[in-house]
């Protein structure tokens, strides 16, 4: 079906350059930043500082090809884990688990997430008429957002639940604004679920019983970091490349090549790329059903380890700035959001930063 997703892809290409072109924006990827409340010079900025980067992951792949007794990598077990914690959690813990970790904190990111819980705005476990996945949703300032996930005693659930309880915290502390501005924009929307991950992350490292534990949960951290933040800026890179060769007329074989040649130039030499992955373009929904909007991940994710970053050093200082960011929601530009609290987005060092970080 390769012709069918490549004539559909085209369609969507020729009709969103076309509506760009129609309404003044210097480059497709323009319609998109302004949808964001983004300018351009910040994203082009992240996506440089993410691509220049990239030897931070091809080094986490090397050290997990050792670790599995193979001298290189292959793309079919990039995520296959080092090992599993055969450790298990009931609900009631995890929650207690999450909500300690949140009041190291914050006593008010803590009482926000325990608001929902309190409400039972959970549906927690699995069930027939559920579906997979995890989601949080706000339906008005008036009213607790509602959660919900699939809790199976792993430790990934306790990730999942601190995840998704970060969302909801986030629109609590927007909850002043009106039902149109109490979300935050694309950019922002992660801040508070990230960072309640990596707030609980640091917990669990803490508690980890031995080396090897430790070892599993940052392995599977880096992976976590990998898809979120290096593959989503590649992602990126390619519609960039693709919008432009659409212009000049190019066939299906030419735009495989060009996302087998992105993720060659994303793995380096740290991972065999099977030629079957030239196709993996075609089922990446995002690119179809809103271009552009991968950059959100990449941009949610390194904002909130800058920020994390800064509570280390900062204490408590810091947390008033975060809780500054997580208050506005949607009623500003994230720029201004940011710029308030002494953060430039638009400057390379804010977003080096959060690679330190990970390396």
């Known amino acids: 079906n390769i012709d069918k997703f490549f004539v559909a892809y085209q369609a969507i290409v020729k009709d969103w350059g076309y509506e760009a072109g ?32 990239t030897s931070v992951f091809q080094d986490y792949f090397k050290f997990k090809a050792k670790q599995l007794g193979t001298d290189k990598l ?15 959690f009931e609900y009631p813990q995890a929650v207690d688990m999450v909500l300690e970790a949140f009041r190291g904190f914050s006593e008010r990111f803590s009482k926000n997430a325990e608001s929902i819980i309190m409400q039972k705005h959970i549906d ?17 300032p008036s009213i607790t957002p509602y959660v919900m996930m699939n809790f199976a005693a792993k430790m990934r659930d306790v990730s999942t639940l601190a995840h998704e309880l970060g969302h909801g915290v986030h ?15 694309l950019p922002l929307a992660e801040t508070a679920s990230t960072l309640g991950e990596m707030i609980l992350f640091e917990k669990l490292l803490e508690k980890a019983g031995s080396d090897e534990e430790k070892k599993i949960l940052l392995s599977d951290k880096l992976a976590d970091s990998y898809a979120t933040i290096c593959r989503q800026n590649f992602i990126v890179k390619f519609e960039i490349s693709a919008h432009e060769a659409f212009k000049k007329g190019i066939d299906e074989k ?4 060009m996302w087998l040649d992105n993720l060659k130039e994303q793995f380096g030499d740290s991972v ?14 995002h690119i179809i059903h809103t271009p552009f909007y991968c950059y959100a991940y990449n941009f949610g994710e390194l904002l909130s380890m800058a920020l994390f970053a800064r509570y280390k050093k900062e204490g408590a200082k810091m947390v008033a700035s975060i809780e500054s960011i997580l208050e506005a929601g949607g009623s500003e530009d994230p720029k201004e959001v940011l710029d308030r609290v002494g953060i430039d987005m638009s400057a390379r060092e804010f977003w080096q930063g959060s690679f330190e970080l990970i390396a």
Request: proline share 4%; hydrophobic share 35%.
């Open 22 to 53: 129609l309404r003044g924006f210097a480059k497709p990827i323009s319609m998109r930043n302004v949808a964001n409340h983004i300018d351009d010079k910040t994203i082009t900025t992240l996506i440089d500082v993410c691509s220049e980067n």
């Open 124 to 140: 927690s476990h699995p069930g027939d008429s559920k579906r997979g996945g995890a989601f949080c949703m706000t339906v008005a």
């Open 74 to 88: 292959s793309r079919f077990d990039l995520y296959a884990p080092l090992g599993e914690s055969t450790q298990t």
């Open 171 to 185: 629109s609590i502390y927007a909850n002043s604004h009106s039902i149109s501005a109490q979300h935050a924009t």
């Open 272 to 285: 065999e790329v099977d030629e079957m992955f030239r196709y993996e373009w075609s089922y990446i929904p």
């Open 254 to 257: 030419e735009l495989s090549t």
